[in-house]
């Protein structure tokens, strides 16, 4: 996983990116009454249970697989099974397996019930964004602002970057902003290039949402860095290399 279990749990339920454990801010006022500090304090003891979970599963699991690829390999070069202990592995991981779908479904509503109380982001010029909807494997990026509901600076994080071939990461692509026809994505790598070097400048194909735009930044980038691109801008693109940049 690219990012600890309960980020990616979260993550793949309900859409929201989380670069952290944000809720323990909460916890600082448990003393004082606070429910919203109580539920806190609970999501931080459930989300360390599943991280202890997931990681022993993740153990087991690893395991299990390498004594089954021994034994497949004693079986189908020797005709013979070695010795094992596969009945003992099979009971702990059933045991392990039923904990962390429990403790999973505990971490959600947990999380579910903190959510209500509280944003995702603790400042509202700064946010992030999963690239590919309940997708983390996909990465996520950091948007900051300093024109809140105008445009978004988009930094991808170091799975983002990973995941669309791009040389470095947590360096400005570019921007996205909420336009009459949707969101437009402009590639640039200095946001003091839109008023200096026009020229160093890429608007990219309007979209219908924001994760789309930030695909599109992603992918020009790659475009860009690939043994494929010969110089050309985005509107020197054909409609299907334009179409790739935006689904």
């Known amino acids: 996983m690219p990012y600890d279990a309960v980020l990616t749990a979260i993550a793949v339920a ?3 990116a989380l670069s952290d454990h944000v809720w323990r801010y909460d916890t600082a006022t448990a003393d004082s009454g606070d429910p919203v500090a109580d539920i806190a304090v609970a999501l931080c003891r459930v989300a360390n249970d599943f991280i202890t979970t997931s990681g022993l599963l993740t153990r087991i ?25 596969l009945d003992v592995d099979a009971f702990r991981l059933l045991q392990q397996l039923e904990r962390f779908d429990t403790q999973r479904e505990a971490l959600l509503a947990w999380y579910a019930m903190w959510r209500r109380h509280r944003p995702v982001s603790r400042d509202p010029r700064v946010r992030h964004l999963l690239v590919q909807p309940y997708d983390p494997s996909r990465g996520m990026v950091a948007l ?6 105008l445009s978004w600076l988009v930094t991808p994080d170091h799975q983002a970057a990973h ?16 336009g009459d026809t949707g969101w ?3 590639a640039f790598t ?25 695909r599109a930044l992603l992918r020009w980038w790659a475009l860009r860095g690939s043994e494929y691109w010969h ?16 689904a």
């Open 163 to 178: 995941a669309h071939g791009l040389r470095s990461h947590d360096e400005v692509t570019g921007e996205i902003r909420l």
């Open 190 to 214: 200095h946001p003091e290039h839109r008023a200096t070097c026009p020229h160093l400048v890429y608007p990219l194909p309007v979209t219908d949402t924001d994760d789309a735009a930030c």
């Open 184 to 186: 437009q994505a402009t």
């Open 144 to 149: 900051a602002t300093d024109e809140p509901g």
């Open 61 to 85: 699991l690893t395991h299990v697989r390498e004594h089954c690829g021994r034994q497949l390999d004693s079986i189908t070069s020797y005709a013979t099974v070695g010795v094992h202990s």
């Open 14 to 16: 309900t859409n929201d």
């Open 231 to 246: 110089g050309s801008t985005p509107a020197h693109l054909t409609t299907a290399e334009q179409a790739a940049l935006t």
